[in-house]
């Protein structure tokens, strides 16, 4: 089912059928490399971690697979996630290589915020980059977020971004 549709892309949930996309794009040391994730082992773990990925049923929203409109492809992921112990949402993207410097984590990330502002009326979204990771903070600063604050999460230094939403009484 689509969530999302942009000029290029549309957003769906990602399901158990996407396991070996998932387990690629994880796969590979250069697009994880900034993230803290390890890898999945198999395919296998890739279909039972996205088997019980319960984000969607919980929050209605959560990270969807991104797909190329011309070409069906799988391009990566895309989405919100509501973390209960910060009570944040952010935004995430994850794209495999041939992927990047071509517009769509901006293109995907700005539909997701658009959709969590309007149809789920959050007031702020964060997106959360590890210092080294250029590429990614150029696109939060190009999604119109603003530096917030360094953190220490799980040992590792992250740099916060937020957006406010425009309609916010914040």
């Given at each position: ?54 984000h969607y049923k919980i929050y209605g929203f959560g990270r969807w697979a ?6 069906n492809n799988f391009l990566g992921w895309c989405g919100l996630k509501f ?76 740099i916060i971004y937020q957006i406010v939403n425009p309609a916010s009484q914040?």
């Amino acid at each position: 089912m689509k969530i999302l549709e942009t000029e290029r892309l549309y957003l769906r949930e990602m399901d158990s059928d996407d396991a070996k996309s998932a387990y690629d794009l994880n796969s590979d040391p250069e697009v994880i490399c900034y993230t803290g994730d390890i890898p999945f082992a198999s395919v296998k773990e890739a279909h039972d971690f996205l088997e019980a990925y319960t984000h969607y049923k919980i929050y209605g929203f959560g990270r969807w697979a991104v797909i190329e409109k011309t070409t069906n492809n799988f391009l990566g992921w895309c989405g919100l996630k509501f973390t209960p112990d910060l009570k944040e949402y952010d935004i995430g993207f994850r794209f495999f290589k041939k992927y990047w410097n071509k517009g769509f984590a901006t293109e995907a990330a700005k539909a997701c915020i658009e959709l969590g502002f309007g149809k789920f009326e959050m007031q702020i979204i964060v997106g959360r980059a590890m210092p080294e990771n250029k590429a990614s903070i150029k696109v939060l600063t190009k999604l119109g977020l603003v530096f917030l604050e360094e953190r220490i999460t799980e040992g590792k230094k992250e740099i916060i971004y937020q957006i406010v939403n425009p309609a916010s009484q914040l």
